[in-house]
């Protein structure tokens, strides 16, 4: 089973601010998931990466395979992307069987 | 489209009660999956299916049975329920491209308090 560990797991910043959220992750992939949980509970997908970078506006992920390690950067921060952030992986490795997450971050952009 | 919709949206049952969660999606996907989410635990998957009639365990499948007679709906069954299954839980479903990924979509979820 993979296993995997977000950073860090509560975030404050001030609104403008750039972020960076962390994850690691213990067995090769085929992809990584980046998903956002709304204050509501609602949980979207943002990206699913397996190498590079991907930018969908301000947020930018990015993927070292080798070092099994992922990061989420949000650019000029709003108080919109107050939201749990979360990391998932192929529960075992890849394939149609699920994911396991991480913990997520908690993320307060304060205006 | 509707995606993933959930039925229902809050439940309380009593210790040894049973309940049937229905997952349903039009998307045509393959791929549907439960999950619990509890504080401090973060998503774990308790079973999934790969397609019509077919089911296998997840991570914590113990106390839960899950059954997909149709290819649109994914039922999570809980025969005598315990305080410990007090959770949300969600339901998702993906289908896989060419590059063996899968994004998922989620359901809305189910806030499930067992008294």
């Known amino acids: 089973k993979n296993e995997v560990e977000q950073s860090p797991q509560n975030l404050t910043a001030q609104e403008g601010e750039f972020i960076t959220i962390n994850c690691s992750y213990s067995?090769?992939?085929?992809?990584l998931h980046w998903l956002q949980q709304h204050p509501g509970g609602g949980i979207v997908s943002l990206f699913m990466?397996?190498?590079g970078k991907k930018k969908h506006g301000r947020l930018i992920a990015t993927i070292n395979i080798q070092e099994k390690h992922s990061s989420l950067h949000i650019t000029a921060s709003h108080p919109r992307d107050s939201a749990v952030y979360i990391c998932a992986v192929p529960y075992s490795g890849g394939g149609a069987d699920g994911l396991t997450f991480g913990k997520g971050t908690h993320l307060i952009i304060q205006p | 489209n509707a995606g993933v919709t959930q039925t229902p949206k809050f439940r309380v049952l009593k210790t040894g009660q049973s309940m049937t969660l229905l997952c349903a999606q039009d998307m045509n996907h393959e791929y549907m999956y439960w999950y619990r989410q509890d504080p401090g635990m973060g998503l774990r998957l308790i079973h999934y299916s790969v397609g019509e009639g077919t089911t296998a365990k997840g991570e914590v499948p113990d106390g839960y049975n899950v059954s997909r007679l149709k290819k649109q709906n994914f039922l999570l069954g809980l025969e005598s329920a315990a305080p410990s299954q007090t959770s949300v839980y969600f339901c998702?479903?993906?289908?896989?491209?060419?590059?063996?990924?899968?994004?998922?979509?989620f359901g809305p979820g189910t806030r499930l308090t067992v008294l």
């Open positions: 998702a479903s993906s289908t896989i491209d060419r590059l063996q990924n899968n994004e998922q979509f």
């Open positions: 990466l397996s190498s």
């Open positions: 067995v090769g992939i085929s992809a």
